[in-house]
């Protein structure tokens, strides 16, 4: 080996704090004998080594290729320095500050090591609910600030005991620079209280807790970023009153199952999916339940009966998933839940672990909150005393049937990892930042900044109140951590959404503590396509095909299936489905219903009087009149091209749903309807509309309007007159949601065609919230890809609102 002393710095920027990154380089570096230091900056981590050159050399290379498991290198500088006599050896100093933009971990589950010490008698660990190491535990929920060490996080409050100190400082232990170390002897603590928030005395909170479980209690337990609350998920009467108690009466609940063998028992589970439950994020994945065995022909006498595996064991009570064909399954991934499934007579109980909070509000987080807002609903509380920074709700994600995976809510385990943006979506924005606000509803938020996009985790619907103030403080704790003032805000064209109000707000210099700042306002559907296209790291120009419940469209009208031609910095309508009057206006979201009868009316006219099913819908022939008399006047009919409200009608129509009683859940009836095997469609057609329209060009807020040709327009009168004939010949619900679904394919694949020709492109964007629907997006994206065109689809961020905040800050970013 060569004696020539060399020195080289690296500077790393990805997922390399919070995540075992410098005990690594440390153990790399004493391995290969070299000298230097590596640190924690702002930026990510800053190393430098000293010694042979061929060493050198090997350091490089094995920093690439021997991560640690939760480690990602995004971006690594390497430049060569002049050699140093003032060191001794390879040390981690002490984090610099500056300006943060390092990469905050996400928090993961529990390892198998440490379970392994959570389970071993003669370890000092042993049944400690909070142990952790470098390479897991709590990360996200926990940090105050950058760079990601102790002191900036709420382990902060605990002083290590001279135990956890040795481990800490020991480059040979897997707890070498673990932030959250701790021990029952200095670390946080478990206790339980009743309702009321008093103290219930018990040597083991944990196993006490267990044994209410299987009581039938329902608890809440404080959790890495909120609070869950439980309880058994095989007896109905319990599912039932935990429903009553937080006001959820229909919506799925998701359930946490002991382990992979036990997952299995309830859902049809791929290895992918397999993977996907066990790996570190460990989030809720909808899962298909698994079938019911055929049945059997009854024994012959002295026969014995031979049962199915585990099938008398292997159903959740009727109320947990609605009457879905999907069931949101999870793995544990704290200590606290495998504690509980290791207790006596609970491993084979599947739990019902939903948010902790009544519906529609914030995940509380608080001990003292949760006895005032969780006290009505739980019996009992599972407390601790490690605050949580940031309220980080589960994850759901899906698989397509091609074995993909898209979150539907990005959460604990994937927020907030940074979206890298190519060189063309960032050439020349300098140090810019621009903070996108988001919708109304899913919403989150993004801070765009040195070519990263930092999407916030799941924030909800801002209709509520508590939501609405937890929307601003996440706003206020996201530029906290990374020391930004945004240059440029960008919010939805929408003037009614509170997202957007509040940018009006910030831009007239209204908001305390903030300076006035130019606002950019994005339209709905232009934003979902520039969130795809930034996710495949393209700028366009592509055809989008983005289809939801609604947008605000440039003419006023409510969009909701449209056909573009976009890039991150423009669109042009193409076309969209025909628009249909929606009596009640937003009463038409949550009574199916109303744009059933719109369907009608829209088809048939006053005919419609003489449809059997027009008057089922409508409650009577009464109440048939008043609908026909609004419709005909107009009266609180504003027009809409929505298809979401199309799943809906469809819904309605086939007698599945009478309403919404939470979002999409119709559609998502009408998809867990759907017989296999029917390949037929209903007719549609794709024509110019009635009267003459303009063009509308957005660009980065700024309405042009051209005179030409005006986009073609998907009539699906067609389909009603032959889905009524359906109905009418007897035929079952199933065939006619398949049909439905069969047409809505084929109409978005032949007005990509119509785009193609019009355009001469060949890549199509899929986004919005419909295409959370598997069965619609497997058959689309089979027939795109027949006719041979590229398809792009979410894989990061969900299809649905979650993503709009990302496509407002890249198109926004335009302007800079």
């Not at 010490?117 to 990360?139: I, K, M, S, V």
């Not at 040709?709 to 398949?738: K, S, T, Y």
Request: hydrophobic letters at 40%; glycine letters at 8%.
């Amino acid at each position: 080996m060569s004696h020539d002393v060399h020195r080289r710095q690296f500077r790393v920027t990805g997922q390399v704090q919070g995540v075992g990154f410098r005990p690594f380089v440390h153990r790399l570096a004493v391995v290969l004998r070299l000298m230097g230091f590596v640190r924690n900056d702002s930026r990510g981590v800053t190393v430098e080594v000293q010694g042979p050159a061929e060493a050198v050399a090997e350091f490089a290379e094995r920093l690439r290729t021997e991560l640690p498991p939760a480690a990602a290198i995004s971006a690594l500088e390497v430049c060569d320095l002049p050699p140093r006599t003032d060191e001794a050896g390879f040390a981690i100093v002490p984090s610099t500050d500056g300006e943060a933009d390092a990469q905050v971990a996400v928090d993961s589950a529990v390892c198998d090591d440490c379970l392994r010490e959570l389970r071993d008698p003669g370890g000092r660990r042993f049944r400690y609910p909070f142990l952790n190491c470098a390479h897991c535990g709590p990360r996200y929920t926990i940090v105050r600030r950058i760079p990601y060490d102790r002191p900036n996080t709420t382990m902060s409050e605990f002083a290590m005991c001279p135990d956890c100190r040795r481990e800490y400082d020991d480059p040979t232990d897997r707890r070498f620079h673990a932030q959250p170390i701790a021990c029952p002897a200095c670390g946080p603590r478990l206790w339980l209280t009743d309702a009321r928030g008093q103290a219930v005395e018990c040597e083991d909170p944990v196993a006490r807790a267990a044994t209410l479980l299987l009581d039938g209690k329902v608890l809440a337990i404080k959790g890495l970023g909120g609070f869950h609350l439980c309880c058994r998920a095989d007896q109905d009467t319990v599912v039932r009153t935990l429903r009553r108690r937080k006001r959820r009466d229909a919506k799925p609940l998701a359930v946490m199952l002991a382990d992979l063998k036990e997952a299995r028992k309830y859902c049809e589970v791929t290895p992918e999916a397999a993977a996907r439950l066990c790996g570190p994020a460990r989030p809720i994945m909808l899962l298909p339940l698994r079938k019911p065995p055929r049945k059997r022909p009854p024994p012959r006498d002295g026969e014995p009966v031979i049962m199915p595996l585990d099938i008398a064991r292997s159903v959740v009570a009727p109320s947990v998933a609605g009457g879905l064909d999907t069931l949101g399954v999870m793995l544990p991934y704290t200590p606290i839940h495998h504690l509980l499934f290791d207790s006596p007579g609970l491993h084979a109980v599947p739990l019902v672990m939903t948010s902790g909070n009544l519906t529609d509000q914030p995940l509380v987080t608080d001990n003292d909150d949760a006895v005032t807002q969780l006290g009505p609903i739980a019996d009992f509380l599972l407390l601790h005393d490690r605050t949580i920074e940031r309220r980080l709700d589960d994850s759901v994600v899906h698989m397509h049937h091609d074995g993909s995976f898209v979150p539907l809510r990005r959460a604990r385990g994937f927020a907030p990892q940074p979206m890298e943006l190519c060189d063309a979506q960032t050439r020349g924005r300098g140090d810019a930042s621009v903070f996108a606000l988001g919708p109304d509803m899913k919403n989150t938020i993004c801070l765009l900044r040195g070519g990263r996009a930092m999407v916030s985790e799941h924030i909800g619907d801002l209709g509520d109140g508590r939501v609405y103030r937890h929307f601003v403080d996440t706003m206020d704790r996201l530029l906290a951590l990374y020391d930004a003032e945004p240059t440029l805000l960008a919010a939805d064209l929408h003037p009614a959404y509170l997202s957007t109000q509040y940018a009006l707000r910030w831009q007239r210099g209204e908001l305390a503590g903030r300076a006035a700042v130019e606002v950019v306002r994005v339209q709905h559907h232009h934003a979902h396509v520039a969130a795809c296209l930034a996710e495949h790291g393209c700028r366009g120009p592509v055809i989008g095909l983005v289809c939801d419940g609604a947008g605000f469209g440039d003419d006023g009208a409510t969009w909701g299936c449209e056909v573009l031609l976009a890039d991150t910095a423009s669109y042009r309508r193409l076309g969209h489905l025909r628009y249909v009057p929606l009596p009640g206006g937003d009463a038409a979201a949550r009574e199916t219903t109303r744009p059933a009868l719109a369907a009608l009316w829209d088809t048939f006219g006053p005919e419609m009087h003489d449809l059997p099913v027009a008057r089922r819908l409508a409650g009577g022939e009464d109440s048939l009149e008043r609908f026909v008399q609004m419709l005909s006047a107009g009266a609180n009919c504003p027009p809409a091209g929505s298809l979401g409200r199309w799943f809906d009608a469809a819904a309605a129509l086939t007698g599945l749903a009478d309403e919404n009683a939470f979002e999409a859940q119709a559609a998502m009836l009408l998809e867990s309807a759907v017989v296999p095997g029917v390949e037929n469609a209903y007719a549609f057609k794709l024509a110019p509309p009635a009267t003459s329209q303009y063009l509308y060009l957005s660009r980065v807020g700024t309405l042009l309007r051209q005179k030409g040709d005006v986009p073609f327009e998907i009539d699906l009168r067609p389909m009603v007159a032959e889905l009524c004939n359906d109905l009418a010949a007897g035929f079952h619900a199933g065939v006619i949601a398949a049909r439905f679904h069969n047409t809505v394919a084929a109409f978005l694949h032949a007005s990509a065609e119509r785009a193609r020709e019009e355009t001469g492109l060949s890549t199509v964007a899929l986004s919005g919230g419909c295409f959370a629907n598997r069965y619609l997006t497997a058959r689309l994206t089979a027939r795109l890809e027949t006719a041979h065109f590229t398809v792009l689809r979410h894989r990061t961020m969900p299809c649905n609102d979650g993503n709009i905040a990302l496509g407002q800050a890249v198109v926004a970013a335009e302007m800079i």
